[in-house]
């Protein structure tokens, strides 16, 4: 069911909505679930450089860094420029492409995907809501505990709000345009926590930057 889900959801973020929102590096785009609740998606932010908020993440970065989800690759690039070896996965190939031309590396493959350096990597990136990619957020985070070096860190970005919750949505552009339903999860801090130290993790620390929440954990 797992696989299942994650094509699905891999279709939708390869679907025409999303990469021609990361072409144009703006919005609008949305995911949308079917009660008709509306979640913004941050293109334009996506696509720019790295902001103070996510110079908080990138300062906790230490040895090499998988950025799972990377979308348009700001965070990658900079690490990058900081020295790290970094990679980005991503679904999208426009967000790969774009990755590339920004100065980082990046495959186009599904975190759940064979990928290298399994077990080495001494920090894993979950940002931009990235906990929800599966729907499941124990799963997710056990396999990113396999990609994970003894020691290492996971940071993930949660919602600003107390809220867990497994949806389904699917992206659209606000002009009709939309990708297949796929299924989605949303955690805040406490949230987070919980499923963390269910799958092996243990909450190091949290902090807030710009608006944004983040949480970093250590195996």
Not at 67 to 85: K, Q, S, T, Y
Request: proline residues 5%.
């Amino acid at each position: 069911m797992t696989a299942q889900l994650t094509e699905a959801a891999a279709r939708t973020w390869q679907a025409d909505p999303y990469a021609d929102a990361l072409r144009a590096g703006q919005g609008p785009l949305y995911l949308r679930r079917h009660d008709g609740w509306l979640l913004p998606l941050e293109v334009e932010r996506w696509c720019a450089g790295p902001d103070a908020a996510d110079d908080t993440v990138l300062a906790r970065c230490t040895g090499p860094v998988l950025d799972v989800g990377c979308g348009p690759g700001r965070l990658v690039a900079a690490l990058a420029r900081l020295g790290h070896i970094a990679l980005g996965v991503d679904v999208t190939p426009e967000a790969v492409a774009r990755t590339v031309r920004a100065g980082g590396s990046a495959l186009c493959r599904s975190v759940f995907d064979p990928l290298p350096g399994e077990g080495g990597w001494g920090t894993v990136l979950l940002i931009d809501g990235n906990i929800g990619i599966g729907g499941d957020p124990a799963v997710l985070l056990r396999r990113a505990a396999e990609l994970t070096a003894p020691g290492g860190s996971l940071v993930v970005e949660v919602a600003t709000v107390d809220v867990d919750e497994r949806v389904e949505v699917y992206v659209e552009d606000g002009s009709g345009g939309r990708g297949a339903a796929f299924r989605w999860a949303r955690l805040g801090t406490r949230a987070l926590h919980a499923e963390a130290k269910a799958t092996g993790w243990t909450p190091y620390g949290a902090w807030q930057a710009a608006g944004r929440h983040f949480v970093h954990l250590r195996l």
